[in-house]
């Protein structure tokens, strides 16, 4: 007879527990990123409705971002250090092949033999990494997770590019997924397009670089994130509807249960066609955290949940649909209870 392996149970149900999130401390106008792409404050308003972001300094770095956030969302959540047993780190822009930037971080928090890796799903990430965690939980892998999306774009924009140098920015956001009395992290609906996988790209691999240098030396070019911002625009306005919808029914709601909308921060014209097509009822307040932060990439779902939070747009225990897009072209999208924030 085969041996029997037993298998592990978790929490019926689960929640976010908590937000922290950190802002790099310098602000960047238009004006400042206008210059160099030869474009003006007013153009980048109407073309992405952002009106500042932030940039990181040097010392403002992936793990030091993540750090700050992480202790704000393990405040907000009443949770110690020590019961946390994963930690999924969600960035584009960790560069460094290996190792992951998830186990540094959960060894300066004081996390000893944690479970910690990154994701890469663009600016889907924090949704993806979001799911893993409510799984990982409700299987009795983890007892608690935290969940950070964090970028430092900035490093891989060339600031003479005019499709991408005005959108971009830096930041860190995370939260605390661990057990609740009743489920606050619906089904996730999520996918993937490679057919796009050209909209949203680096524009040259690592070997084509080395190859480069090799033969220019000096003047090699390294490489940058591009994007084809005109396929990403089509590709969401007309794939994103389903997935909204798909993610509210799974989670046994309607449009009207919603309290709160929070996308992915991409641009502020596709956040007003999504809400649009939703038919989005009065009471619903729609993140618009893109004016102040720009683009984010995998940090942009948290900083806008702790924006709505702070302003007072929503409070902790509002119903919110969380939507996600990116690289990939990879989509995610899952309904939640907003949590405390730090």
């Known amino acids: 007879m085969a041996a029997q392996i037993t298998q592990t149970t978790g929490a019926e149900h689960t929640a976010v527990l908590g937000l922290g999130v950190y802002r790099p401390a310098r602000i960047v106008t238009n004006e400042e990123v206008a210059g160099p792409i030869g474009s003006s404050d007013e153009w980048i308003r109407t073309r992405s409705g952002i009106k500042t972001r932030r940039f990181a300094s040097k010392e403002e770095t992936i793990q030091s971002m993540s750090v700050a956030a992480s202790r704000g969302a393990l405040e907000s959540a009443g949770i110690e250090v020590e019961q946390v047993d994963c930690v999924i780190v969600a960035t584009s822009t960790h560069l460094l092949l290996t190792p992951a930037a998830a186990p540094q971080i959960a060894t300066e928090l004081g996390m000893n033999g944690t479970a910690a890796f990154d994701i890469s799903a663009g600016c889907a ?180 949940m702790e924006a709505l939070l702070r302003k007072g747009e929503s409070k902790p225990g509002d119903t919110a649909l969380l939507i996600a897009f990116g690289a990939g072209l990879s989509y995610a999208a899952q309904v939640v209870t907003l949590p405390n924030w730090q």
Not at 206 to 231: H, N, Q, S
């Open 125 to 304: 990430g924090f949704c993806h990494a979001l799911a893993v965690a409510s799984d990982l939980v409700r299987a009795g892998t983890a007892s608690h997770v935290l969940v950070i999306g964090v970028e430092k774009l900035t490093n891989t924009v060339n600031p003479k590019d005019r499709a991408t140098a005005f959108l971009f920015a830096d930041g860190a956001g995370a939260v605390v997924v661990g057990p609740a009395e009743e489920q606050g992290i619906g089904p996730t609906v999520w996918g993937s397009d490679g057919t796009q996988h050209h909209a949203i790209r680096q524009d040259k691999d690592w070997m084509e670089y080395f190859a480069e240098i090799e033969e220019k030396g000096l003047d090699a070019v390294r490489p940058y994130l591009a994007m084809e911002g005109t396929a990403v625009f089509r590709w969401a306005a007309h794939s994103l509807e389903k997935v909204c919808r798909d993610a509210i029914d799974r989670a046994g709601l309607s449009t009207d249960d919603l309290d709160a909308m929070i996308p992915h921060q991409a641009n502020g014209r596709i956040i007003e066609i999504m809400a649009r097509v939703l038919k989005l009822p009065e009471h619903c307040a729609l993140a618009n955290d893109i004016e102040e932060t720009g683009n984010t990439s995998a940090a942009s779902i948290p900083l806008a």
